[in-house]
């Protein structure tokens, strides 16, 4: 059986990978826009060993793309979040907002930017 839950640095890269699109969603791209996002270092050993343990659950594809003179010719491993990740991120975000709605001093109104 497949897993099914995300780690925390599994759904910031999976986030990744939807917001960077299908034609900037390869490794190197992801680990730098991971750095400037959250202000932390990333290694890109750790991108690639968490890109293909999310392809292995099945919440994302990935293909080769084109060859580009920029990379001397060489291609990029390009990924793409399934439907089955797309509901996998939608889960994790609804749990974090039951419990942010849950929290005592944050109970409130959130304003919708949650919802």
């Known amino acids: 059986m497949k897993e099914t839950r995300l780690g925390e640095f599994e759904e910031v890269i999976l986030l990744l990978?939807?917001?960077?699109?299908?034609?900037?969603?390869?490794?190197?791209?992801?680990?730098?826009?991971?750095e400037e996002q959250t202000k932390k270092s990333v290694s890109i050993g750790a991108v690639h060993s968490t890109l293909s343990r999310l392809?292995?659950?099945g919440f994302l594809t990935s293909e080769m793309g084109k060859a580009t003179a920029e990379r001397g010719g060489r291609r990029k491993r390009i990924y793409t979040i399934t439907a089955y990740g797309r509901r996998a991120l939608e889960s994790s975000?609804?749990?974090?907002?039951?419990?942010w709605k849950q929290f005592p001093s944050f109970g409130f109104d959130l304003g919708g930017q949650f919802s």
Do not use: H, N, P, T
């Open 55 to 57: 392809e292995d659950k």
């Open 17 to 34: 990978v939807g917001i960077l699109g299908e034609e900037e969603a390869y490794a190197f791209k992801i680990a730098s826009e991971f």
């Open 93 to 99: 975000r609804d749990l974090r907002v039951s419990l």
